[in-house]
């Protein structure tokens, strides 16, 4: 197990001091995401996710979701466009069918994947099926492919198709929680700062796990390469809250920061956000759409 280092503090401070880009002059220049998730059963958790994309200023958003659910979806968010994939008799996604999405994933430069995934074997099929169209499509880097971020069932699925995951190494975002941070190491988790650290070397990956971020060697630009926020309320343990924050972190990463910075901003935005949202109405009972809500104001608190 690594031996965690002291945390660089994510303060206001030190977010100012590194600062997110500039808007750009249209929507072309703030990135776009894909996400891919929303099972028939779970579509909210795939527009939770792209409503905090946009939120956080991605320029555009596409949620590949259940053809049975993509009509609504594409209504409920009609900012984004909402392609169907195949799904099987009770609603999940098969994997197949990329096709459909080819042009959305050569647009994409962030793919978000695992928002409302509901079969931990499919949800393997779907990683297997896009590592193998990338492989296939001729070999990439870190700089030369769109950033990865994988959360809920991706992360679960993620050890079964680790042989595989050359072509988004340097690239992934991962964002578990400390059952799925447990389940991506194959045991408990008893010191969350060093395991959240044993992922990222892992995985290659920038890693997000309840208020500590961190990222392989080499890979930081800022602070020390292990991160812990100083901010937050117990109140975003609610439904949908690990959606808002990977799809505020897509939507940053789609704006052109770095891996490490996306995550950093992204997180903290989150915590920030539950925050103003206790102050408001009390400790518990917000909701995480609520959450999306506060992003833009608080960076622009941090952004000036």
Known sequence: MSTPSEPTL??????RDWPLPAPGEDKYSRGAVLVIGGARATPGAAILAGT???RAGAGKITLAV????????????????????????????????????????ERADVLLIGPGLDDLDLAGTMLRA???????NGPADAAGGPA???????LGALGKVESLLGPWRGRLILTPNPTEAGVLLGKDVDDLEAAVMDIAQRFDAVVSCQGFIAGPQGMSDQGSGLWKITTGYGGLGTSGSGDVLAGAIAGLRARGTSDAQAACWGTHLHAAAADRLASKLGPLGFLARELADELPALMVELNT
């Not at 896009?130 to 296939?136: G, K, Q, T, V």
């Not at 990865?148 to 991706?154: I, N, Q």
């Open 148 to 154: 990865v971020v994988l959360d809920a069932y991706a």
């Open 66 to 105: 259940a053809e049975s659910a993509a009509a609504q979806v594409g209504v409920t968010l009609p900012e984004c466009g909402s392609p169907g994939l195949p799904e099987t008799a009770d609603g999940s996604l098969t994997g197949e069918g990329l096709e459909r999405i080819g042009s959305d994933l």
């Open 52 to 54: 905090a994309a946009l």
């Open 10 to 15: 994510v303060t206001p401070s030190l977010l």
């Open 130 to 136: 896009l590592l193998e169209r990338e492989e296939s």
